[in-house]
């Protein structure tokens, strides 16, 4: 993203979203500069961003910025801190019992503690999940005769008692398991209830319902903080249209 735009004052600040709680909160930068006359030059270099403390800090920094920002008339600076506050109130609980790279996942980033995608290379259930990707030569598929999960495409190998099994498909998993505070339904690619929703089902999804007082996809939020959380979206979004208003039109 472009920080700073030509002009007569040779430095810039910028706000930074939060790191990821996989990578110690660690946010590699890499900038680069160019002056009127064509020359360039760029650094690299790691930073610590930690999330806030509490929402009531996040919406006090946010003001706080935001004000200086429309002070001095720089819309880059208020895009610059809509787009660091967005970073940090999408983020989500990247907690996991498991290291993603053991799993030949990426690193959580979307789906509350849960990891990413496969790695290049390996195969598994498509999207988000904490179930194991691997070599296509070393996964069997559902039916097929295993010993352990790790063996089967679902993760799930469904042991007779004599020691060895099937492969067998298994129900989607909500985020978090709705944290214990919500109820996990499936739907269709139409938006309709269905019963149930398998790994294997590219056509439906399981999501969420909350139980009376939680919010959230994964219902880990409280009332007063799903009201903050809005408070603040409505926030960024009138200074973002209050933005647009003053600039003229080229």
Do not use: W
Not at 68 to 81: E, L, N
Not at 120 to 129: M, P, R
Not at 204 to 223: E, I, M, N, R, V
């Amino acid at each position: 993203n472009a920080v700073k735009t030509y002009d007569q004052v040779p430095y810039v600040s910028a706000y930074l979203a939060q790191g990821l709680s996989s990578l110690k909160y660690s946010v590699s930068c890499v900038s680069f500069a160019q002056d009127v006359y064509g020359s360039v030059s760029n650094a690299s270099f790691v930073v610590i961003v930690v999330p806030p403390k509490s929402f009531a800090k996040l919406s006090s920094s946010l003001t706080a910025a935001l004000d200086t920002a429309t002070t001095y008339q720089d819309p880059s600076a208020v895009y610059a801190v809509a787009n660091a506050a967005l970073g940090t109130m999408n983020s989500v609980d990247c907690t996991v019992s498991s290291n993603c790279a053991s799993l030949n996942r990426q690193s959580c980033l979307k789906t509350p503690r849960t990891c990413g995608p496969c790695l290049d290379g390996f195969i598994g259930l498509v999207g988000d999940s904490n179930i194991a990707c691997n070599k296509q030569s070393a996964l069997s598929p559902i039916g097929s005769s295993c010993n352990f999960d790790s063996s089967c495409f679902t993760g799930v190998c469904a042991l007779n008692g004599t020691g060895t099994g099937l492969c067998a498909n298994m129900l989607k998993i909500c985020p978090n398991k709705c944290s214990g505070q919500g109820l996990c339904t499936y739907m269709d690619t139409a938006g309709n209830t269905i019963s149930s929703c398998f790994v294997t089902d590219i056509y439906c999804s399981a999501s969420c319902k909350c139980q009376t007082g939680f919010f959230g996809a994964d219902c880990s939020l409280k009332s007063d903080q799903f009201s903050q959380l809005q408070r603040l979206r409505e926030q960024l979004c009138q200074s973002l249209n209050e933005t647009y208003d003053k600039q003229e039109l080229t």
